[in-house]
C-alpha cells in the first residue's frame, strides 16, 4: 500500500544532494483491536454498489446490496461497518428491515434467520459526506473524487467503511459490482472489468465488475478527466492519466509490460481475470486490485519510480489475492512487495538485486534503529514501519538463501496456491515451508520472524601453514544485546593471489571456532561475501547503528498534515539531538535545521502548502524519513 505501500516515495531525480532513501505517509495509525481480531457473524458472498457522486456539494447517495449467508448456525443480526454517512432505509425481497446505526457501525436485523446453506440479499440505502483521514478515505480533489482503501492514521486501516457500509476486516472477502454514477465529462475508473456505461441527462453510469473474492479495503472507485490509454503489448493493462500528463505516462510507464512477465515468470501468472492498471491520483501509491493508484508527482517523464510501480503490481499476488487474515500479520503484505521491489530489480541482473537488497532495503531498516519483532506489531508506529517493509523483505531474501533458490520459489508458489483469494498468517506460511521442504524452519522463525532485533557478528581469523596446504582458523561470535543469539549458515571468501575459496559455518554457538583447510595461501577472509545476512556487517564501522537500549520505532509528526509548525515525536530518541533536513517532492533540499534533546518543535511556516519528505538524523547513526503535508 500506499501503500500503504503504504507505498514509500523517494524522491525524483535532479540536482539532489543527499535523497532520502524511504518514507511512507504515516504519523499516527492508532491500531488498537483490544482482545479477539474482529469476526463477521455472517459471510458476505457480494457487494453491489449503486452511487452517485455530486462533487458540487461533495456528498454521495448509494445503495449497497450485500448477498450474505451465515458461516455456520442460523444468523438473525448482523453488524456493518459505516463511517459518517447517513443510513436511509434498509430492506430485503419481504420489505422493510429493522436496523440502528451510531457512529460506525450499522446493526441490522434479518427478516428470517439465514444458514450455512441459504443465502439472503439485503439493500442498504444511504448518504452524506463522506469521511476521509489524512490519507485514507473518500477524496474530493479539483481533478479527481477518489476513495482511497487504506487508512494510516486510523484505528482500523480498512477505509471501505467511508464509501459503503460494509464488514471492513481482511478477513471476509467477496465479489463486487459497481454502479458509479458521475458528471458526463468524467471518466469512472473500479476494481475488475467493465461492464459498459450509460449516458443520461448530463450524467454517465460506469458498470465494473469483479468476478472473484476481494477485501473491503481493496474496493475503490476514481472519476476525473482521465486520457485512458492501453498497454500496447500486453492487452490487459490499462492507464488511467491526466489530459496534461499523457506524454510522460508513455515514457514513465514503458517498462510495465516487461514487470509483468517478469513477476508472472517468477511468481505464477497474474491472478485476476480482468484488467490491470495504473490510475493517476493525488496521493498514492496504493494497491486496489486491478487499478493501482499512482502518486501525480511519479509521472514524471522518467523510470525512476519502477520500484514504485513494481511495488504496487506484486500486491497483486502477495496482499490482494494473498491476504493477512489480521492487519498484525502486514509485513505478509508489504514485506513481499518490498522483497518484489528486489525481485524486479533481478530482472536486471544479479547484481542489481544485490545492490538493492542491501542500499535500498537493509541499511535503512538498520539505520531505523527499529528492534521490535516482525510478528507482532503492537503500538502504533510499529505498523507501518521500517520493520514491516524492509524487515520483512530481508526475512524473505534470507529464506531464499537457506532454503536455495528451488526450494525457496517452490515454497512461495505453494503458499500461494494453499491460500490464493482467501487469507493465511504467518504460522502458515511457516507451515507451509516445512512441509515443501520436509525440515524444520522454527530456527529461523523464531528469531528473524517472532525476536528482536538483527546480529552483530564478531569475527576472529588467522591461518598458517600446514605441511603443503594452509589451516585457516575462524572464530564468529554475535555481540548484540538486543535480541536472541541468530542461529544462522553464514559464509566466509577464502582469498588467495589468484584462488579462492567459499566455506559456510553453521553458526549455532557463540564463539565458535572452525577450522578449513586450503590449498592456497590466504590474503583475504571476507565475511558474508554476497550480503545473505541482515547484520551490522554490511555497513561501515563507523556507519554502524547504535539504536538505544529498548530501540526505536518509526518517527512520526503530530500534527501531520499541519500548519505553521508541528513537532517531533520519535519513541525512544527523546535524549536525542536531531539533525532535520526537509526535501521537497522533487528531492530538492528545502530546510535544514537541529532539534536539541527535549526540544521537538518544527516551524515550518515559511514552507509552501505541499507535500515534503522529512529525514531525521539522530544519536547512533540513526535515519529515517518520513512525509509531511503543509496545507494552507
Ligand atoms: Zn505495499
Redesign the pocket.
Known amino acids: 500500500?500506499?501503500?500503504?505501500?503504504?507505498?514509500?516515495l523517494i524522491a525524483a531525480p535532479g540536482p539532489v544532494t543527499d535523497i532520502p532513501a524511504w518514507t511512507r505517509p504515516l504519523s499516527r495509525p492508532l491500531i488498537t483491536f483490544a482482545g479477539e481480531y474482529p469476526q463477521n457473524t455472517c459471510d458476505i458472498l457480494h457487494y453491489d454498489l449503486t452511487l452517485e457522486i455530486f462533487r458540487e456539494t461533495s456528498t454521495i447517495e448509494g445503495i449497497t446490496g450485500i448477498l450474505l449467508t451465515s458461516p455456520g448456525g442460523a444468523v438473525s443480526d448482523i453488524r456493518l461497518d459505516l463511517i459518517d454517512l447517513v443510513v436511509d432505509s434498509v430492506w430485503d425481497a419481504t420489505g422493510p428491515l429493522t436496523f440502528n446505526q451510531d457512529a460506525d457501525s450499522v446493526f441490522i436485523t434479518l427478516s428470517s434467520p439465514v444458514s450455512p446453506s441459504d443465502t439472503t440479499e439485503i439493500f442498504i440505502e444511504y448518504g452524506g459526506t463522506p469521511y476521509h483521514e489524512a490519507w485514507g478515505g473518500f477524496w474530493f480533489h479539483p481533478y479527481v473524487t477518489y476513495q482511497m482503501g487504506v487508512g494510516v492514521y486510523s484505528a482500523n486501516p480498512s477505509m471501505g467503511q467511508c464509501m459503503f457500509p460494509c464488514w471492513d476486516h481482511p478477513n471476509d472477502k467477496a465479489e463486487f459490482d459497481f454502479h458509479i454514477t458521475v458528471p458526463d465529462s468524467l471518466y469512472c475508473v473500479a476494481n475488475g472489468d467493465s461492464a459498459g456505461v450509460q449516458f443520461a441527462g448530463g450524467k454517465a453510469t460506469y458498470n465494473w465488475t469483479l468476478d472473484q473474492p476481494m477485501c473491503t479495503y481493496l474496493a475503490a472507485i476514481a472519476a476525473a478527466e482521465y486520457e485512458v490509454l492501453h498497454d500496447s503489448t500486453d492487452s490487459r493493462i490499462f492507464y488511467y492519466v491526466y489530459e496534461w500528463d499523457v506524454e510522460d505516462a508513455l515514457a514513465s510507464f514503458v517498462n510495465v509490460d516487461l514487470m509483468m512477465a517478469h513477476f508472472e515468470s517468477v511468481y505464477v501468472p497474474y491472478p485476476w481475470d480482468c484488467k490491470f492498471s495504473y490510475v493517476e491520483t493525488p496521493k498514492g501509491?496504493?494497491?486496489h486490485l486491478s487499478q493501482v493508484y499512482h502518486i501525480a508527482s511519479a509521472i514524471n517523464g522518467s523510470t525512476y519510480y519502477d520500484w514504485l510501480l513494481a511495488?504496487?503490481m506484486?500486491?497483486m499476488w502477495w496482499?490482494d489475492c494473498v491476504t493477512e487474515t489480521e492487519w498484525s500479520d502486514v509485513w505478509l503484505?508489504?514485506g513481499f512487495?518490498?522483497y518484489s521491489e528486489a525481485i524486479w530489480a533481478e530482472y536486471y541482473g544479479a547484481a542489481e538485486y544485490d545492490d538493492y537488497m542491501v542500499n535500498d532495503i537493509m541499511i535503512p531498516y538498520l539505520n531505523s534503529g527499529e528492534t521490535f519483532p516482525l510478528s507482532s506489531p503492537s503500538t502504533p508506529s510499529q505498523y507501518w514501519s521500517y520493520t514491516t517493509?524492509q524487515k520483512g523483505a530481508s526475512v524473505l531474501h534470507m529464506l531464499r538463501y537457506v532454503l536455495g533458490d528451488t526450494d525457496f520459489f517452490d515454497c512461495l508458489d505453494s503458499y500461494f496456491a494453499a491460500y490464493a483469494y482467501s487469507n493465511t498468517t504467518t504460522d502458515q506460511l511457516r507451515d507451509v515451508i516445512e512441509s515443501v521442504t520436509g525440515g524444520d524452519i522454527d530456527w529461523f522463525f523464531d528469531t528473524w520472524v517472532h525476536g528482536e532485533g538483527y546480529p552483530i557478528y564478531e569475527i576472529d581469523t588467522n591461518w598458517q601453514p600446514s605441511g603443503s596446504n594452509w589451516e585457516v582458523s575462524i572464530t564468529l561470535g554475535q555481540v548484540q544485546i538486543i535480541g536472541p543469539f541468530f542461529e544462522m549458515p553464514v559464509e566466509f571468501l577464502i582469498e588467495g593471489v589468484s584462488e579462492d575459496t567459499l566455506v559456510t559455518m553453521w553458526h549455532d554457538i557463540q564463539s565458535q571456532n572452525e577450522l578449513y583447510t586450503v590449498s592456497f595461501e590466504p590474503v583475504s577472509i571476507t565475511f558474508d561475501p554476497y550480503h545473505h545476512i541482515l547484520s551490522t556487517a554490511l555497513m561501515g564501522v563507523e556507519d554502524q547503528p547504535l539504536p538505544p537500549a529498548g530501540g526505536t520505532e518509526t518517527f512520526y509528526l503530530i500534527p501531520n498534515p499541519c500548519r505553521l509548525s508541528t513537532t517531533v515525536s520519535w519513541p525512544g530518541m527523546e535524549q536525542s539531538d536531531l539533525k532535520v533536513t526537509v526535501f521537497d517532492i522533487a528531492g530538492r533540499i528545502v530546510r535544514t535545521t537541529s532539534l536539541e534533546a527535549g526540544d521537538r518543535y518544527l516551524d515550518v511556516s515559511d514552507l509552501p502548502s505541499a507535500t515534503y519528505l522529512v529525514e531525521l538524523r539522530g544519536e547512533g547513526n540513526l535515519r529515517q524519513v518520513s512525509r509531511m503535508v503543509i496545507l494552507d
Open positions: 500500500m500506499l501503500t500503504l505501500a503504504l507505498a514509500a501509491d496504493m494497491e511495488h504496487e506484486s500486491h496482499g503484505s508489504e512487495a518490498t517493509y
